[in-house]
């Protein structure tokens, strides 16, 4: 198919309405990721990426997203940076730059400057008050439920592209860095093969580099709801054998020819799927060790209280 997108959590599809818009248009994949993704950075009621995002320790909204072009295998990202605007619309500029197409902090917000783009205090009241209450609870940090990292995935023609927005894991250390910025663990787009994201806690999504194995999977002939359920299994399984307990994860890929899949270890995971003029809601699910993917219907999200 000519024209196709997935991104994570059903508080993309707005968004993703927009996307469809520009490629019915024969707008630019680009275009597209970038329309799905501002609209959940700007909107405030989506708690875990842009504006109203979820401080860190310190009640700072430090901001992370990247952008990977398939075709030229040029990517860009930006990592903890204060009130921009709009990180995705940073991390796509910098995709087009051959070094220094990665930066952090003070730095990424003097590119974003000097470049002309927009500045936000993202700070909002509800965040503050996240923030204020949260310190009276206990502080096990884990991925946030109901929504996380806002994930797109993009074809038009034969261009493919990955884009991601988050504002990290709710009472981060400063500094801190999870997945999302990160090539080959948030994110990776390879237009000969195909794209994967990731969204949930990034210490466990990047100690497996997620999205690169699910494309090299891809690569290797694996169809696509194949290499998300293969991968993300046998990475659960690892981390067992580590020890360690994995926290929530799910993953979203594309192959080349635009068919797309999603994999979780939690028990329902929303994303949406375009494919040519359509669009539907869908559900990923893991129960007693099996996975499954359905169309969510009205009584499905009528009962959800995610975003």
């Known amino acids: 198919m000519n024209k196709a997108m997935i991104s994570t959590w059903k508080m993309s599809y707005d968004g993703m309405l927009k996307a469809k818009d ?8 680009q275009a597209a990721i970038l329309a799905a993704i501002q609209d959940v950075e700007a909107r405030e009621e989506f708690i875990s990426v842009g504006h109203g995002g ?40 910098l995709s087009d730059y051959k070094v220094n197409c990665l930066l952090s902090g003070k730095g990424a917000e003097a590119f974003a400057q000097e470049e ?25 940090l884990k991925a946030y ?13 034969d ?34 093969y195909g794209s994967a994201a990731a ?19 891809m690569a290797a002939g694996m169809s696509v709801q194949a290499a998300v359920d ?13 020890n ?16 797309c899949g999603a994999s979780t270890n939690i028990s329902e995971f929303p994303y949406v799927v375009i494919q040519e003029d359509d669009i539907k809601l869908m559900v990923a699910t893991y129960q007693n060790g099996k996975h499954d993917n359905f169309e969510a219907d009205a009584a499905w999200i009528k009962q959800y209280t995610g975003d």
Not at 117 to 123: D, P, V, Y
Request: aromatic fraction near 4%; proline fraction near 2%; glycine fraction near 12%.
């Open 22 to 29: 520009i490629l019915q248009q024969d707008g630019s994949v």
């Open 54 to 93: 979820l401080p860190n320790a310190q009640g700072h909204v430090q901001l992370d997203s990247a952008y990977m072009n398939g075709n030229t295998l040029g990517f860009g990202g930006i990592i903890e940076v204060e009130n921009v605007e709009s990180p995705i619309a940073v991390a796509a500029k």
């Open 116 to 140: 002309g783009f927009a500045f936000q205090n993202h700070m909002t009241s509800q965040s503050k008050k996240r923030w204020q209450d949260k310190q009276k609870e206990d502080m096990e």
């Open 145 to 157: 439920e109901g929504h996380d990292t806002v994930c797109v995935l993009g074809k038009c023609q």
């Open 159 to 192: 261009e493919l592209a990955a884009g991601v927005s988050t504002s990290g894991l709710f009472m981060k250390h400063e500094g801190r860095v999870g997945d999302s910025p990160i090539i080959g663990s948030g994110f990776y787009s390879d237009a000969l």
């Open 199 to 217: 969204t949930g806690l990034g210490e466990d999504i990047m100690r497996g580099c997620l999205s690169i194995r699910i494309v090299d999977a």
């Open 230 to 242: 293969t991968v993300l299994d046998a990475h659960v399984k690892r981390m067992q054998m580590a």
């Open 244 to 259: 360690r307990t994995c926290d929530a994860i799910s993953v979203i890929a594309m192959d080349k020819d635009g068919n």
